[in-house]
C-alpha cells in the first residue's frame, strides 16, 4: 500500500494593497461621506426647525408669542422660564419665534404651492404644445418678470391691506412667473425625449402625456428650485413685514419680530439678531439642501 504524500502546496498569500489604491479607496469613502453630510445636515437642521415650530408647542406648554408680562420685561437671555429673554413688552422671545416660525412657514409653503400649481400649468402649457401659444404666455411671463420683485410685492400688498392671506396672494404675484419660466424649460427639454415621441405616436392625449410622462422626469428639478424659492419667500416676507405692509403685530412672524426690534438695535440688539439668525439658518439649509439634491439628481 502506497504511503500517502503529504501535501507540499502552499496558499500564497495576496500582494499587499499598494498606496495609490489606499489613497484613492480612502479618498471615495471621505467623498461619500462629503455627500451624505451635505445632505443631511441641512436636511436635520430643517427638520429641526419645523419640530420645533409645530410639534414642541404641543409637547410643551409655551406661552402665546402675543401676549406677555410687564413685570418680565426686558429679560435678558437664559432668564429662569425664558431661555431667550423677554422684550419690552415681557413677551418671550423663544415663543414669538416658534409660532413666528409657523406664520413664515405657513407662508412660504403656500406661496411656493401656488407658484407651483398656476406656474406650473402656464409654464407646460407653453412649452409643450409651442406653436402661438408660446409666444403669447412667454411674453406675459417676460412682462411679470421684468417688475423688480420686490416693489411689485409691496404694490400689491399696499393695494391689498396687511394680513397674512393678502401677503400670500402678494407674494404669489412673485412666484407664478418664476415657476411658469422654470416649468416651460424643463418641459421644452422633456419634449425632445424618444420616450414623449413614441407616446404621440400611439395616440395618447396630450394631457395624459403631460402628467404621465412629462411631469414625473422634470419634478426633481423642480423639487430643487422650490427648496431656493422658499428660502426666497420667506426673506421677500421678512422684508414685506419689516416696512410695515406684512404680518402685523401682535401676530409674529420672524420679519415682524425683526421690525419690531429695530428701534432696539443699539441697547438690546437681541430682539434683532435672534431672529436674523434663525432666517439666516433657515436659508442656508435651504439653499445647502437644494445644491445637494441638485448634484444628486444631476440636475442642472
Known sequence: MAAQLPDMTTTVPPPPPSLPSLVSSRRLRWQKTARALRLWVPAGILILLLFLCFVWPYLYTIPPGNAGSILESSLPPFSPGHWLGTDANGVDIFSMLVYGGQTSFEISLAVTAVGMIIGGIIGMTAGYFGGWVDPVLSRVIDILIAFPALVLVLA???????????????????????????????????????????????????????????????????ITFSLLGIGIVVILEGAVDFLGLGIQIPQPSWGAMIAKGQNLLTAEPQYVLIPSIVLLIFVMSLNLLGDALRERWGVR
Not at 168 to 187: D, E, G, H, K, Q
Not at 202 to 210: D, R
Open 156 to 222: 400689491v400688498a399696499e393695494v391689498l391691506g396687511p394680513s397674512e392671506m393678502h401677503l400670500i396672494w402678494a407674494l404669489s404675484f412673485f412666484s407664478v412667473p418664476v415657476f411658469a419660466r422654470v416649468f416651460r424649460a424643463s418641459t421644452l427639454v422633456a419634449r425632445q425625449q424618444p420616450f414623449i415621441t413614441a407616446a404621440r405616436l400611439t395616440g395618447t392625449s396630450n394631457w395624459k402625456i403631460i402628467l404621465k410622462h412629462v411631469l414625473p422626469n422634470i419634478i426633481p428639478g423642480i
